[in-house]
């Protein structure tokens, strides 16, 4: 892939709209895919293997919609109204242990570490290497946020004392401007978007603090790509074609991220270059290309440590019908590790 190619695709790519789809032929399986949030730069792997043809050349007719959040793509796949999505794993595990019949489950890890963070500025008392100072303070929090989800398992796996801790309600809008502007010492979120959102609202990137949960105790899986069973089951084929082609989407982004970041701002009208070239490139080193994932490939997961996940889970949610690991995501759809490398 060449920085000159992604170029032209901005000014071909006349779609700049919330759903985006190649084009389809008559023998193509229908794939309606929903991202976890707005097409930034994260999405690029994604929006590559569809305009670079990855996914028609599976057999597949794809569409891509934007997000709400990671928690509000699970209720969409289970209902049918998408065939995949990109939503986080942890979220999936209370859904399930909710909804056990629930027609969904993991087939694609993506964040091996999670994004998962509690975000400040210099200056407001919190110290992004110790849980602890965030005692006394005011935290801002979206309700639907997938981070905030995760936040009474980092209550207990740290012993914090929450009755000294604010939680204010925020709206994903104006999280980044009430930290900025002073009126919460803190929000929760995805590090790379919170950092970069906050860099947009004028706070030098010296001065910004993330504490990333799974630097204090969090076992936890973040995003992978979820399928409804039903039609896993219906076409695994087409569940196979589809990561074939994501991951071809991957290597291509890894490859050139300067050139993958173009998709993005084509279906973006307020996304700005650099900031999504800064947010791709703490994905990638941050979240997609740990150490695990350079030696056994995208994709796959631990099994037994996805299982102490959902055991650490329990610290803070009473289970009514606690899921198995098996329940939560499946390797059938993979290619060999080999086959799946991208570094």
Do not use: C
Not at 119 to 148: H, K, Q, Y
Not at 319 to 339: G, Q, V
Request: glycine share 8%; hydrophobic share 45%.
């Amino acid at each position: 892939m060449r920085t000159a190619r992604a170029a032209a695709v901005v000014v071909a790519a006349f779609a700049a709209v919330a759903s985006v789809a190649g084009p389809a032929r008559a023998q193509d399986t229908t794939v309606r895919f929903a991202l976890d949030w707005k097409f930034e730069a994260p999405s690029a792997p994604y929006l590559i293997a569809l305009e670079e043809g990855y996914y028609a050349a599976e057999g597949l007719d794809v569409s891509i919609d934007s997000g709400s959040g990671s928690t509000q793509t699970i209720p969409r796949i289970a209902a049918g109204n998408y065939e995949l999505g990109f939503g986080d794993l942890n979220s999936l595990i209370k859904f399930k242990d909710q909804n056990p019949d629930a027609s969904v489950i993991g087939v694609m890890m993506t964040y091996e570490t999670p994004p998962f963070a509690i975000v400040s500025v210099a200056g407001r008392g919190i110290d992004a290497d110790d849980p602890a100072s965030l005692e006394g303070e005011t935290l801002g929090a979206p309700p639907p946020d997938a981070a905030f989800a995760q936040w009474p398992i980092f209550v207990a796996v740290n012993d914090l004392d929450t009755s000294v801790i604010t939680i204010e309600s925020v709206g994903f809008a104006v999280r980044e401007p009430m930290l900025a502007a002073g009126d919460v010492d803190g929000i929760f979120g995805y590090s790379f978007s919170s950092f970069q959102n906050l860099k947009l609202n004028d706070v030098p990137s010296e001065e910004i603090e993330v504490m990333l949960m799974a630097d204090h105790g969090l076992e936890l899986y973040g995003n992978a790509v979820l399928v409804n069973t039903d039609f896993a089951a219906a076409e695994p084929e087409a569940v196979e074609g589809f990561i074939r082609a994501t991951i071809r989407g991957w290597r291509d982004t890894v490859a050139d991220p300067e050139g993958a970041v173009p998709y993005v701002l084509a279906r973006n009208d307020v996304a700005r270059e650099a900031v999504e070239l800064d947010r791709l490139r703490m994905v990638l080193e941050d979240n997609v290309l740990t150490p695990v994932v350079r030696e056994n490939g995208i994709g796959g997961v631990d099994m037994a440590r996805l299982a102490r996940s959902i055991d650490q889970i329990s610290l803070a949610y009473d289970y009514t019908d606690k899921p198995s690991a098996e329940d939560i995501f499946t390797e059938a759809y993979l290619s060999p590790a080999d086959e799946r490398q991208i570094d």
